[in-house]
Antibody
Framework: QITLKESGPTLVKPTQTLTLTCTFSGFSLSTSGVGVGWIRQPPGKALEWLALIYWNDDKRYSPSLKSRLTITKDTSKNQVVLTMTNMDPVDTATYYC????????????WGQGTLVTVSS | DIQLTQSPSFLSASVGDRVTITCRASQGISSYLAWYQQKPGKAPKLLIYAASTLQSGVPSRFSGSGSGTEFTLTISSLQPEDFATYYCQQLNSYLTFGGGTKVEIK
């Protein structure tokens, strides 16, 4: 059974850097074809894909946020870390991580999500 | 970037109704499309992948069709537990989501 869980601060100040950790079980990020992605959802709004990392350390970013995002993995700890710089109140959202299989795979399953509020 | 446009953004329907949601891509994406269901306060749940393949455990009243730029999600007979928001996602590049369709009780 694959499970993922997001962790990190619930409140960050504007201009600060957000660091979120996705801790997973039931699969290995050293297995060919496996990836983990990050997706966010502002309150009452649609889903937005942020970043993706694959077993071979290939990384993909949303073009609109690429300059602010960094995704890394720690295979030994079964963790994926997302950092987002220069946080703004518009970045207030629930942040999800999710498992992906293959270059054209879908996200399944997802973590429960973590709400991050950006406010001074 | 590939944009996905879902329609309608909101629909009101009754239990037992047949419901169809459309997702249009700004350029062809073959069959690289997934559909998700999201209930309030919960993470999205995969319903359909590869445009028309039902995820294991998903009721057969859900179906997907289409390829290229136009896709549909159909619920053949709406059940009380189906009232939720539905999202399409293209899997071809940069993993865009549609804007969502909220299905509410009439």
């Amino acid at each position: 059974q694959i499970t993922l869980k997001e962790s990190g601060p619930t409140l960050v100040k504007p201009t600060q850097t957000l660091t979120l950790t996705c801790t997973f079980s039931g699969f290995s990020l050293s297995t060919s074809g496996v990836g983990v992605g990050w997706i966010r959802q502002p309150p009452g709004k649609a889903l937005e894909w942020l970043a993706l990392i694959y077993w071979n350390d290939d990384k993909r970013y949303s073009p609109s946020l690429k300059s602010r995002l960094t995704i890394t993995k720690d295979t030994s700890k079964n963790q994926v870390v997302l950092t987002m710089t220069n946080m703004d109140p518009v970045d207030t959202a629930t942040y999800y991580c999710a498992h992906r299989l293959g270059w054209f795979g879908w996200f399944d399953p997802w973590g429960q999500g973590t709400l991050v509020t950006v406010s001074s | 970037d590939i944009q996905l446009t879902q329609s309608p953004s909101f629909l009101s329907a009754s239990v037992g109704d047949r419901v169809t949601i459309t997702c249009r891509a700004s350029q062809g994406i073959s069959s690289y499309l997934a559909w998700y269901q999201q209930k309030p306060g919960k993470a999205p749940k995969l319903l359909i992948y590869a445009a028309s393949t039902l995820q294991s455990g998903v009721p057969s009243r859900f179906s997907g069709s289409g390829s290229g730029t136009e896709f549909t999600l159909t619920i053949s007979s709406l059940q009380p537990e189906d009232f939720a928001t539905y999202y399409c996602q293209q899997l071809n590049s940069y993993l865009t989501f549609g804007g969502g369709t909220k299905v509410e009780i009439k």
